[in-house]
């Protein structure tokens, strides 16, 4: 199967990478083209545009950091809708709001093209192990035709109906995480601080009922200030505005979410937005403590 793949980032990288090694032939693009020079010597081809990428591919996937770029990417000069037509399908597996989706979906279907979106669930580690866990919606016989390539980068597929409840879904389940993220570093903080040991912490947090994958995952290296960036906190913090968007259209109160979205706001005020979005820890320790 030949496919296109737009974006090569943290997770357009990985992917690609695993879908060449598991003999997809894949051409990519990105923005910055020197990055897809690496994914030559993995066996891809180049395309030197988006649009020479759908031109040549059947199936083209995209990858990118967040609405805007989405939008770039198909409706700029060399984008993706100047090749798009009957026949062929766009994949946009980028983690954006409905409205997003929406508009990319009704400009594709437009030029006679067929439309998923895709966000993800997993991050660095799955995207390179190839389990992801993919939140479709959108044209369900191109779901069916592209399940080869999901069933490569992902350990499971949904397929959840109309164009946005796959951005819906997606955004739901990382307001829910960057809540859990701001409750962990205060934990981890407080602990410290009343004179506790948080390694221990950590063990008692792992034996409960609130032992999840992410305290396990995150919390060593929050405790080493390592936070080389597996999912960006910038990338948090726009699925936390995201999220309590549509909270505000669906009338949810999101107290929670909201003083979460602020720390990640100044976590990036702070300059720590390219870092892992565990650093919103560092926001606790730059509070003023001294009384
Ligand atoms: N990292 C993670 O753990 C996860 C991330 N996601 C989501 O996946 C998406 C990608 O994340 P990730 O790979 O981490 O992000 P990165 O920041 O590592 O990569 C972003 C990609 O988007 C490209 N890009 C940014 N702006 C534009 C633009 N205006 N036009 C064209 N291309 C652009 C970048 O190109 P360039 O190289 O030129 O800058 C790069 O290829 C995001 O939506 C994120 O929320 C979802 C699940 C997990
Ligand atoms: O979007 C991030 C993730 O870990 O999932």
């Not at 997809?24 to 910055?32: A, D, E, G, I, Q």
């Not at 866990?133 to 397929?159: C, H, N, R, T």
């Not at 955004?171 to 934990?187: C, D, H, K």
């Not at 909270?247 to 003083?259: S, W």
Request: charged content about 25%; aromatic content about 6%; overall charge negative.
């Amino acid at each position: 199967m030949e496919v296109g793949f737009l974006g090569l980032g943290i997770m357009g990288k990985a992917m690609s990478i695993n879908l060449l090694r598991r003999g997809f032939k894949v051409t990519v693009w990105n923005r910055t083209l020197s990055k897809c020079d690496e994914l030559v010597e993995h066996g891809a081809s180049i395309g030197e545009t988006p649009a020479a990428v759908v031109k040549k591919c059947k199936y083209t996937i995209a990858m990118l950091s967040d609405p805007s770029a989405a939008q770039s990417v198909v409706f700029d000069k060399d984008g993706v809708l100047e090749q798009i037509s009957t026949g062929k399908g766009y994949i946009d597996m980028s983690t954006v709001d409905a409205e997003t989706s929406l508009k990319i979906s009704e400009a594709i279907k437009a030029k006679g093209g067929d439309f998923l979106e895709a966000p993800v669930s997993g991050s660095k580690k799955p995207a390179e192990d190839g389990q992801l866990v993919i939140l479709a919606a959108g044209d369900k016989a191109l779901y069916e035709e592209i399940l080869p390539a999901f069933d490569v980068l992902g350990k499971k597929s949904f397929y959840l109906g109309e164009v946005g409840n796959g951005a819906k879904m997606k955004l739901v389940v990382n307001m829910i995480m960057g809540s859990m993220m701001n409750a962990f570093s205060e934990g981890l903080t407080l602990a410290e601080r009343s004179g506790l040991d948080p390694g221990t912490l950590l063990d008692v947090l792992d034996l409960g009922a609130i032992s999840n994958g992410m305290f396990k995952l995150k919390g060593p290296t929050m405790l080493k200030n390592n936070y080389s960036p597996a999912f960006p906190l910038k990338h948090q913090q726009k699925d936390m505005r995201l999220a309590l968007a549509l909270g505000d259209e669906n009338a949810v109160p999101m107290p929670v979410a909201a003083a979460a979205n602020e720390a990640f706001k100044k976590a990036r005020s702070l300059g720590l937005g390219d870092l892992d979005f565990s650093a919103v820890h560092e926001t606790l320790k730059a509070l003023d403590h001294s009384t």
